[in-house]
């Protein structure tokens, strides 16, 4: 609708529309001021620290509230902050209202239906912006043209510039489309009956109309590609260091496998070839003494050739260790008459996840260890009782009987039970019985 102005005036009983950009009357209400582009881009980068490095992980392509102020915030607030879809309607409402705001502040009374009509369609095109931005902005010129519907056109225009290339055929076209509209007066009598000061004032606020939606929708736009490619770049740079701490980890394996192959493997193959030269040259209880040294020593020899070929190929050490199916075998190696092993064992061993049978063949192997060595002559008893989730392993021997010589221990046998029952989500206890044993128990989880 055209504006009178002081060379055009309007008759006492014409319509009075909302003032059009480039009209000498004053506006209704008082303009906005506009920040620009310069605070969107300002709080994408975080400000330098005098001192401090640079770290990609330390970016923030939006500012962030700190932990105890989101702790603060109502719920429906955080809800809005960690939902999408939520705030794409929080969007749409609040598009939706400015526009009936500005409808409805500066449509006159007396105004033609239809272009009241035209109008109330422009501002119902909101709730259509997000998903096709270009048939919002067809819907919002006839409004914009013959109504009061501006703001609505403009906000469609930015919602498409945020999908579309600057010089795409859809943003050229809804472009001029508003740039038409805000330039053109109606009805079109009262656009030719213009003087060419006033048609040249209405080309400035028509490109001022149709392109500060363009650059906020295309600065928003490039907003979310740098923040994509921020994350990306993060994502980039963690991959990097998971790929750089694998190979850290695969040269120590490689480095622990040789010297294990070179040590402790030599060493115990030369155990393993004197007590066969042993075996051969004596007879009756030492001859027996020295075959269950050799094949003690060919056994552990043999774990120790599997260990150091895991090590080497990194691949899972679980499926190459013994298990609760070689738990008789373990406790028959222990059981003499210096140290008498009750075994009882309710589970079967295809029931158990890898790694918690393992786990048990260990825990039975080093508490017979420590009681072979600290408990000589000592009765000990193991017991493997599998429940609908979890599995206990106890171990227990009574008092010792005997002395004998201390051998070199490192006291990181518990220790290493405790971490490995932990890394499976079990628990441990380790400790003297009343009746001057010791006990060893750990509880293992089957679910998963």
Known sequence: ?????????????????????????????????????????????????????????????????PRLATRLLPRWVAFFRTSKRARGIASDVAALLLAVLDVWLVIPEDAPSYSTWLSAVAVAAMVM????????????????????????????????????????????????????????????????????????????????????????????????ELSARIREL????????????????????????????DVVSHQVTLIAMQAGALQVSVDGSAAEAAR??????????????????????????EDTQPGLDELDDLVRNFRDDALPVALDVHARPGDLPRSVSHAVYRTVQEALTNVRKHAAGARASVSVQAGRDTLVVEVHNGRAKARKPSLPSGGHGLVGLRERAGLLGGTFSAGPTSEGGFRVSATYPLAG
């Open 1 to 65: 609708m055209s504006r009178p102005t002081k060379d055009h005036p309007a008759p006492a009983d014409a319509e009075v529309p909302r003032q059009r950009a480039g009209s000498s009357q004053p506006p209704l209400r008082p303009a906005r001021t506009e920040t620009g582009g310069s605070v969107l881009v300002a709080s994408t980068f975080p400000p330098k620290v005098a001192g401090a490095s640079f770290d990609i992980a330390d970016l923030r392509i939006l500012p962030r509230t």
């Open 129 to 224: 912006r997000r998903h096709v931005p270009f048939l919002a902005v067809l819907v919002t010129v006839p409004g914009f043209m013959t109504g009061w519907s501006q703001l609505a056109a403009m906000i469609a225009l930015g919602s498409l510039a945020k999908k579309h290339r600057l010089l795409s055929p859809k943003m050229v076209v809804g472009m001029v489309l508003v740039f038409l509209c805000g330039y053109v007066r109606w009805p079109l009598s009262d656009f030719v009956a213009l003087s060419w000061q006033e048609h040249l004032l209405n080309v400035i606020w028509a490109v001022i109309i149709a392109g500060m939606p363009v650059a906020i929708g295309l600065l928003m736009s490039a907003r979310h």
């Open 234 to 261: 993060a994502t980039s740079r963690e991959r990097e260091r998971r790929l750089l701490a694998e190979t850290v980890r695969a040269a120590e394996r490689a480095e622990l496998a040789r010297e294990m192959h």
């Open 292 to 317: 269950t040294i050799r094949e003690l020593s060919t056994r552990t020899l043999e774990e120790l050739r599997n260990l150091v070929g895991v090590l080497r190929s990194g691949d899972c050490v």
